[in-house]
């Protein structure tokens, strides 16, 4: 028997209709035992040469197929489709095949499962952005169950996403796909890597080009060099990239593929900082995100650790340490205090223009030293890093050596003048989306700072905007840089540079370090703030370098 996962249609589980949800899950059920009783029946002839391999590779297909249905089982937004799913892996236990289990704690490593919005327990309004994703996608992913804290800003990012990776446009949908592999490789993140694997052969995608860049077409292969400045020192980026691309005789990009590109690179080089900034666990379909193993008497296994998903120990560790509940209260009352005071100077007496300059020249260089302790090597595995080239390049390399980041001026070239109008014009309606997109992030507020109500946080959410684009040489000239110091302190800068710059070195204890009276949901809310504000860094050096070539 040589059945494999991809007889099994999931599609019609992604319906709305319940009949059409109840029929795909019975022609499912069908194949599972069908499966089952295969493996049942050649238990006894594992071990005879002919039949071994035939049967290791029956396995492993069913495996897969019991991964899925444990996904579906807990991530379904439809609860018909989580019992049924739940009832036909119990099915299969109870016939003598072992089922798996999911591993980890919830969507996140950093943030407790029963914080975060458990799929069967939403509202209405919830339940349909759920369901829409869930259609689209055939899964609801970690990143969804995370960025649900902030349902305002998670329906902008869908229906973005989905326009970029699913509606008419430049590019083919496996391109879309591989440029998404491409980008999340930069960062060595695993997690979106294996998603688009997924989705890449899914569209139809040749699995040869899987097999690493140098296999995929010279046009993607052109791609890599701009997919690796963008990613970590897009001032860089100049028109002689652009003009690389668009006159490489056969291999050449039209500028409307190339736009569509520019905005998937730095779109999956921003959700790789989400990811890591997060903490989000693999998906319980993919690998590290469940386990065939029985579980230990104390509920705790070994592999768990493997996997990294060991956030509980990790917590303990942290509580043990010399930081006060009540030091982090008063945290939050000297921010909030400061606040007042920087509202108060502004109010008083404005800087001059020379002054702002030198504040900003100030703040830029002192962000080049802002780091970790941490500073080991990450080396990027080998099923990620054959998707990109010069696995050594990397924003500290620059840093390192103080080379000097030239300044990038707004009021010469910005989103909402330049940007967002050559966007739209060379790829319809995703400037509108993603212009959205940067103003519900940017805006986002609920006027709480941790326990405290009715408070103003514009200052502090252009502060940390501002930084991020400090970090990458932009600066908006009617900002007084020296608000930075006063509101962001030095582990508040390591997390945020961190996140941006090098996330795949995040760590738990740089979530925890920061701000740690406030609210998880918070916490989320900077993430946010951190992606839109690198995307929208990326798009402008991209977007200028175009604009240069096209004029």
């Not at 386990?291 to 650790?305: A, G, L, M, N």
């Not at 990450?378 to 050594?392: G, K, N, W, Y």
Request: hydrophobic share 35%.
């Amino acid at each position: 028997m040589a059945e494999g996962e991809n007889e099994v249609r999931w599609d019609g589980l992604c319906s709305r209709d319940s009949t059409t949800r109840e029929t795909a899950l019975e022609n499912i059920r069908q194949i599972v035992l069908r499966k089952t009783e295969y493996l049942c029946s050649v238990k006894e002839t594992l071990y005879r040469p002919s039949d071994g391999l035939s049967s290791a590779v029956s396995l492993d297909a069913m495996n897969k197929l019991l991964a899925h249905l444990l996904m579906l089982s807990k991530r379904c937004p439809f609860k018909d489709v989580r019992e049924r799913s739940g009832f036909i892996l119990k099915s299969v236990e109870e016939l003598g095949i072992r089922v798996p289990r999911p591993l980890g704690r919830g969507p996140s490593r950093f943030i407790p499962e029963e914080e975060i919005l458990q799929v069967g327990s939403e509202d209405a309004q919830m339940h349909a952005l759920f369901a829409d994703s869930f259609a689209a996608l055939g899964r609801l992913d970690n990143i969804t169950l995370v960025m649900v804290f902030h349902p305002q800003y998670l329906e902008s990012f869908l229906k973005t996403q989905h326009y970029l990776l699913q509606m008419d446009g430049p590019l083919p949908l496996h391109y879309r796909h591989y440029i998404g592999i491409m980008a999340a490789a930069r960062h060595r993140c695993s997690y979106l890597v294996n998603l688009h694997v997924n989705d890449f052969l899914h569209v139809g995608g040749d699995p040869k080009w899987l097999n690493g860049l140098e296999n995929a077409p010279q046009k993607l292969q052109n791609l890599g060099e701009l997919n690796k400045v963008l990613a970590h020192r897009p001032w860089l980026i100049t028109k002689e990239h652009i003009e690389g691309l668009l006159k490489a005789e056969e291999h050449s990009w039209s500028l409307a593929e190339l736009v569509h590109a520019v905005v998937l690179l730095t779109h999956y080089h921003s959700l790789a900082s989400f990811t890591f900034g997060c903490g989000i666990s693999p998906e319980i379909q993919c690998d590290g995100g469940h386990t065939f193993r029985p579980p230990s008497v104390s509920s705790y296994c070994i592999c768990d650790i493997t996997n990294g998903n060991h956030s509980v120990d990790e917590t303990q560790v942290n509580s043990a340490g010399n930081i006060s509940v009540s030091d982090s209260f008063f945290e939050v009352e000297a921010l909030m205090e400061k606040m007042k005071q920087l509202q108060e100077c502004r109010d008083e007496e404005e800087a001059s223009q020379e002054e702002m300059a030198s504040r900003f020249e100030i703040e830029k260089r002192e962000s080049m030293f802002v780091f970790s302790s941490d500073e080991d090597e990450v080396t990027p595995a080998r099923d990620v890093s054959r998707h990109f080239e010069d696995t050594s390049y990397g924003y500290k390399d620059f840093s390192r050596h103080g080379v000097h980041v030239p300044t990038f001026r707004v009021q010469d070239y910005c989103w909402e003048d330049h940007g967002y109008s050559l966007v739209n014009r060379l790829y319809p309606d995703v400037g509108q989306l993603i212009d959205e997109k940067f103003h519900i992030a940017y805006n986002l507020t609920y006027n709480t700072m941790a326990t405290h109500k009715d408070v103003d946080t514009s200052m502090l959410r252009r502060a940390i905007w501002n930084y991020i684009h400090c970090m990458f040489g932009i600066r908006y000239d009617d900002y007084d840089y020296g608000e930075i110091n006063q509101l962001l302190d030095r582990s508040f800068k390591v997390y945020i540079k961190t996140v941006v710059c090098t996330p795949e070195k995040v760590t738990k204890r740089m979530y925890d370090s920061f701000w740690r009276q406030f609210k998880h949901s918070e916490k989320v809310h900077v993430n946010l703030l951190l992606i839109e504000a690198r995307m929208q860094a990326e798009l402008l050096y991209a977007l200028r370098a175009i604009t240069r070539y096209m004029t």
